[in-house]
């Protein structure tokens, strides 16, 4: 890491942080007005958490501060040796819905509204209906494996059943996995044809599916803070409705972050 960043700093900022440079490096000209904090595994699985500047995309001066680590107080502790005059400049702060990241942001950056970022509410969605597929293609693996011992077992021929497109159950499953990632729009021929067969097979599936993309609908095709909290409220009902316990703890999560995901309206 310390290699790295010598060279990112090279012509921009003296290398005086070597002594800490395997556990933080902080540098506070890159602070502006919309920042991200965020963690990430970045070697062998340890965690860091990142901040950065939105308006840098990417480019030379994104990294704020990138700390070893996720525990608050200690990152705390680092980002508030910048002096608070400078930190008070941020007017934006984007993080997950994590409460470690939730004190991190209060605490360094007392001026800045707080932003659920809309990816990881989205991904909380995605992940339900993944889960709801994996342990649909567990129970088909069971079944198969059964269907084999018992052919063996009375000396019989294996009979596996087979849709339209090919796929037996258990690799219709498997198979749908990146599908189920995509809106409906973006899905190939072959990957409707999964698509048809598989909601026919198992509707909870679909029902989830679409419970998923109409929250990514409501992120995408809004830009006005009152549409969307109507929308939102509609999709939270929806959820209630639809009984499915994963996604009634998706609601939940939503509900105790309601104003944070909302304020990702602001100014859009």
Request: charged share 25%; proline share 1%; glycine share 4%.
């Amino acid at each position: 890491m310390q290699k790295a960043y010598k060279k990112y700093l090279s012509g921009y900022e003296s290398w005086n942080q070597k002594s800490h440079a395997s556990d933080w490096l902080l540098f506070s000209k890159n602070l502006g007005f919309m920042l991200s904090i965020d963690e990430t595994s970045l070697s062998n699985g340890e965690l860091y958490t990142i901040v950065t500047n939105k308006f840098a995309k990417g480019s030379t001066g994104t990294i704020v501060a990138i700390i070893k680590g996720t525990k608050s107080e200690d990152i705390i502790k680092i980002i508030n040796t910048i002096p608070v005059a400078r930190r008070n400049i941020v007017k934006e702060i984007t993080l997950d819905m994590a409460g470690s990241m939730n004190r991190i942001a209060k605490k360094c950056f007392p001026k800045a509204t707080i932003v659920t970022d809309r990816f990881h509410v989205q991904m909380l969605a995605t992940q339900a209906v993944q889960e709801q597929r994996i342990k649909l293609r567990w129970k088909a693996i069971d079944l198969e494996n059964d269907a084999m011992t018992q052919a063996k077992k009375n000396n019989q021929k294996l009979y596996i059943e087979t849709f339209s497109n090919g796929d037996t159950r258990r690799q219709l499953l498997a198979r749908s996995r990146f599908l189920l990632f995509k809106p409906e729009s973006k899905w190939t021929k072959s990957q409707s044809q999964r698509a048809e067969i598989l909601f026919e097979q198992y509707p909870t599936i679909k029902e989830t599916y679409y419970l998923s993309q109409k929250l990514s609908f409501i992120f995408e095709n809004n830009t006005n803070k009152n549409v969307a909290r109507a929308k939102l409220a509609k999709w939270y009902n929806d959820v209630e409705a639809s009984g499915y316990k994963a996604f009634n703890t998706i609601s939940k999560s939503i509900y105790h972050h309601y104003e944070n995901i909302l304020n990702y309206f602001n100014n859009r």
